[in-house]
């Protein structure tokens, strides 16, 4: 069935640091891929998203890649802050229908 | 603009009671989803309607369903509660096929 792999399942970095997390899907049909961030109590925070006729997209200190024959993508953080600790999820999905997610990856960043 | 925005924010339940959660979606959004979040499981898809439609649905037993109305606001609802459905259940709206998916900060529900 449709499965996501999301690794690490923790990053902790110094702070300025960057942080790569990788996400490998198995669908060969899913065409959009978001990145969410969670903090604790609160609900998942998209902060970046790309579809399979893209690449790579870049938003200030954030990036997410996208290899379609690998079927991976990554999101990559740079000069981390310590705002930027939280719980990272990737997901998949076909026409963003039903989001199939990794299981998420807790990111430490130490001042 | 307001963020989707879901009801009640905590609540407690026995086993065997049920309840049902709220949920508006963005205005303008007439797709709105709804996911569980455990510790064990993860997040994981429960359904998505689309202009008072079931488009989809996960691999829940038939105890959770869903509805949505004509405004595009959502119930879902859980009924004869078990311990496992403790858990974090999140709604989320989009303008439909393509568009990006907005959630809510969820409805925590603790089973007792």
């Known amino acids: 069935g449709e499965n996501v792999e999301q690794h690490p399942s923790t990053l902790s970095v110094q702070e300025g640091d960057s942080a790569v997390i990788k996400c490998t899907y198995s669908d060969s049909a899913s065409n959009y891929f978001p990145w969410y961030k969670q903090e604790l109590g609160k609900g998942p925070q998209l902060i970046i998203d790309i579809r399979s006729n893209v690449g790579e997209k870049k938003d200030q200190r954030i990036a997410v890649t996208l290899n379609k024959t690998a079927k991976h993508f990554s999101l990559h953080i740079t000069e981390t802050q310590p705002e930027d600790s939280a719980v990272y999820f990737c997901a998949a999905s076909k026409n963003t229908d039903k989001l199939i997610f990794g299981t998420g990856t807790r990111l430490q960043v130490f001042p | 603009k307001a963020g989707v925005t879901q009801t009640p924010r905590y609540l407690i339940k026995t086993r065997g009671q049920q309840v049902t959660l709220s949920c508006s979606p963005i205005?303008?959004?007439?797709?709105v989803s709804w996911y569980q979040q455990t510790p064990g499981q993860g997040l994981q898809f429960l359904f998505e309607?689309?202009?008072?439609?079931?488009?989809n649905k996960g691999n829940f037993p038939g105890r959770f369903s869903g509805r949505q109305f004509s405004n595009s606001r959502s119930e879902m609802n859980v009924s004869t509660l078990e311990l496992g459905d403790s858990a974090l259940y999140l709604c989320?709206?989009?303008?439909?096929?393509?568009?990006?998916?907005?959630f809510g900060e969820g409805s925590w529900l603790t089973v007792v």
């Open positions: 989320a709206s989009s303008a439909g096929h393509g568009n990006t998916i907005y």
């Open positions: 309607y689309f202009s008072e439609t079931q488009r």
């Open positions: 205005s303008g959004h007439r797709s």
